[in-house]
């Protein structure tokens, strides 16, 4: 094990945690201890394919005390009970987006931590990129004066077309707010602060998906939550956003994330990566010139939060991609799925800080 490296145990060996496992290799402050799955034998591929120490059982790894951090890579629906039961084994805990379906659940969870005195973190942690953290200094610097407006759009047609066991994406839980919304909101929420009410529409376009990837091609799946939002945030700061998330939309050519400036305009990268690019338009100066990323991790870097967490940990910090953030996020994601139904403005409770930047010698230092 690597010298005061925390010790991580995944919960969850699909298809995401393949990038987790071979980053995780990359910061010395993280140590891949074991792994678990439902299905033991996912768990034994990815332990032989990464050299992971030990495979257990789910219950097994949640009580190993040898574990100092629980990564939690199910999918969204079992996302509450695993980060629940690994606070109260006395565990930290880094989940995948969302935190959890319900806005209730994620409350438990934030207190469940305070009480135990642990850390909860959640992914994404593309916000800590290259890309959007370049954004991030652009803003504080001033380059576009006051941020007063922005869209983000994340428009595509589901995801049954390759992903293996796609189901979960259209039940509740699922849907392109909770399952895209994170990354795009999340960025939004660290570039300009946090959402004091929203409103919107959210409708299922298509009753029935059929699975045309393998090995469940053919399978018909029922649409339970909606599959297109789109909805107005309103920010503490003043400024005021349009967000658009859809699994509906067989093409567009709208962008990822634009913020509109007193002086001019941040054109963001996508938000689901972490590198570029990044332009600006600012008359007289830049006509939508690409602007050099300045900080490090522009490569696919999940679990860079996860690193963040454990440096959070070991210094006595908050983590960057931190509960109380994942809270706000879930709950404007709900806020825009109800707010046409409901037929009003929903005001957001909670509120949370904008996570510190990354400076711009920590590169490569979690
Ligand atoms: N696939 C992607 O490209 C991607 C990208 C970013 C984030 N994510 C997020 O990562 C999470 C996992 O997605 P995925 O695509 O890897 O899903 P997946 O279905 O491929 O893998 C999930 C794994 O979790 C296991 N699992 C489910 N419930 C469990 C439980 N209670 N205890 C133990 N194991 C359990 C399943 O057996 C499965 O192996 C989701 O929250 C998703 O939103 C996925």
């Given at each position: 094990m690597k010298k005061s490296a925390l010790s991580i145990g995944v919960i969850g060996c699909g298809n995401i945690s393949g990038i987790y496992c071979r980053r995780i290799k990359e910061f010395p402050v993280l140590s891949l201890a074991a792994c678990a799955d439902l299905d033991r034998a996912k768990a034994e591929a990815r332990a032989n394919e990464f050299n992971i120490p030990t495979v257990l059982s789910p219950d097994e790894l949640l009580l190993n005390p040898s574990i100092d951090i629980i990564l939690n890579l199910t999918t969204p629906q079992a996302h509450y009970t695993i980060a629940r039961r690994a606070l109260e084994a006395g565990k930290h805990v880094y989940n995948e987006k969302p935190l959890c379906v319900e806005l209730h659940e994620a409350k438990t969870l934030l207190?469940?931590?305070?009480?135990?005195?642990?850390?909860?973190?959640?992914?994404?942690?593309?916000?800590?990129?290259?890309?959007?953290?370049?954004?991030?200094?652009?803003?504080?610097?001033?380059?576009?004066?006051?941020?007063?407006?922005?869209?983000?759009?994340?428009?595509?047609?589901?995801?049954?077309?390759?992903?293996?066991?796609?189901?979960?994406?259209?039940?509740?839980?699922?849907?392109?707010?909770?399952?895209?919304?994170?990354?795009?909101?999340?960025?939004?929420?660290?570039?300009?602060?946090?959402?004091?009410?929203?409103?919107?529409?959210?409708?299922?376009?298509?009753?029935?998906?059929?699975?045309?990837?393998?090995?469940?091609?053919?399978?018909?799946?029922?649409?339970?939550?909606?599959?297109?939002?789109?909805?107005?945030?309103?920010?503490?700061?003043?400024?005021?956003?349009?967000?658009?998330?859809?699994?509906?939309?067989?093409?567009?050519?709208?962008?990822?994330?634009?913020i509109y400036g007193s002086l001019g305009t941040l054109s963001c990268p996508d938000p689901n990566t972490f590198g570029g690019p990044v332009k600006l338009?600012?008359?007289?100066?830049?006509?939508?010139?690409?602007?050099?990323?300045?900080?490090?991790?522009?490569?696919?870097?999940?679990?860079?939060?996860?690193?963040?967490?454990?440096?959070?940990?070991?210094?006595?910090?908050?983590?960057?991609?931190?509960?109380?953030?994942?809270?706000?996020?879930l709950e404007v994601m709900h806020a825009a799925i109800n707010a046409g139904r409901l037929g009003k403005y929903i005001k957001i409770k909670s509120s949370c800080a904008r996570p510190a930047p990354l400076s711009l010698n920590q590169n490569h230092s979690l």
């Open positions: 207190k469940l931590a305070r009480k135990h005195r642990r850390l909860i973190a959640c992914a994404p942690d593309t916000f800590l990129g290259a890309g959007l953290q370049t954004c991030r200094k652009l803003i504080d610097d001033g380059v576009i004066g006051t941020p007063v407006a922005a869209t983000a759009f994340m428009m595509c047609h589901g995801h049954e077309s390759w992903h293996p066991n796609p189901e979960f994406y259209y039940q509740h839980g699922g849907g392109p707010m909770l399952d895209m919304g994170p990354y795009y909101l999340t960025a939004l929420v660290s570039l300009l602060g946090p959402v004091a009410r929203v409103c919107g529409s959210a409708s299922i376009s298509f009753p029935t998906r059929t699975i045309t990837s393998q090995p469940k091609a053919g399978t018909l799946i029922t649409v339970e939550t909606p599959t297109h939002i789109q909805a107005v945030l309103e920010f503490a700061s003043g400024a005021c956003a349009t967000i658009i998330t859809s699994f509906d939309v067989w093409g567009a050519r709208l962008p990822f994330i634009e338009y600012v008359p007289g100066k830049y006509d939508w010139a690409e602007v050099p990323l300045i900080h490090g991790y522009a490569e696919n870097y999940r679990g860079l939060g996860l690193a963040d967490l454990a440096s959070a940990i070991r210094d006595k910090r908050p983590a960057r991609a931190n509960g109380d953030l994942a809270l706000h996020v």
